[in-house]
Each structure stands twice: as structure tokens, then as C-alpha cells.
């Protein structure tokens, strides 16, 4: 899959926008029946941007769906995101929205 970093609102607005990344999901955990816990990386294990408290990315699935994610977890952790993924009862539930 493929993400898209977007900053906090309250974070610096002057420093570089992060480019699309590609990246894989490293583990899975069920926090409910209807929740799970992803933890993305790199596949090579490479660092990721940092990211401050309210920052999020966008999904880009294989499938050109776009879905977006708060991130949570140890923001000071330099190699993996981790966001939380709600259950929908099919998976296009919301369509697709074109790529920028």
C-alpha cells in the first residue's frame, strides 16, 4: 500500500511536504471485533518521516481506494506508523476518490 503523510494542523507549515511512500504492514492486532490495530514500515526497514500528535495518512490501496487514518502510538518510534482500522461490512464500502 501506499501513504501520504499530512501534518497536524498546528504543525510548521514552512517545512517540506512528505512525499507518497510505499509501505507494508508489519503486524496486526484485534483491539475489538470491530477494530484492529495495523503497524505499517518500509519493506527494507528504512526510517519514516517523524509526525506530530494529530497528523494523519491516506491509504492508497491496490485496489486506487483512498482511505485516511489518524496516526496513534509512539511517535518517537522512527520505523513503523500505527493507526487503527475500523470493520465496514464490505470492503468498498465508502468509493474510491481519485489520487492527487
Do not use: F, N
Request: hydrophobic share 30%; glycine share 6%; proline share 14%.
Amino acid at each position: 500500500m501506499t501513504i501520504a503523510p499530512h501534518p497536524s494542523p498546528s504543525a510548521d507549515r514552512t517545512s517540506p511536504k512528505a512525499s507518497a511512500d510505499t509501505l507494508t504492514v508489519l503486524s496486526r492486532r484485534t483491539l475489538t471485533s470491530d477494530i484492529v490495530e495495523l503497524t505499517l514500515g518500509r519493506p527494507e526497514g528504512g526510517r519514516l518521516p517523524d509526525w506530530t500528535p494529530g497528523s494523519h495518512i491516506d491509504l492508497i490501496l491496490p485496489s486506487g481506494s483512498v482511505r485516511q487514518y489518524s496516526l496513534c502510538g509512539d511517535r518517537m518510534d522512527p520505523l513503523s506508523y500505527r493507526i487503527a482500522v475500523l470493520r465496514t461490512p464490505t470492503a468498498e464500502a465508502a468509493p474510491p476518490r481519485p489520487t492527487p
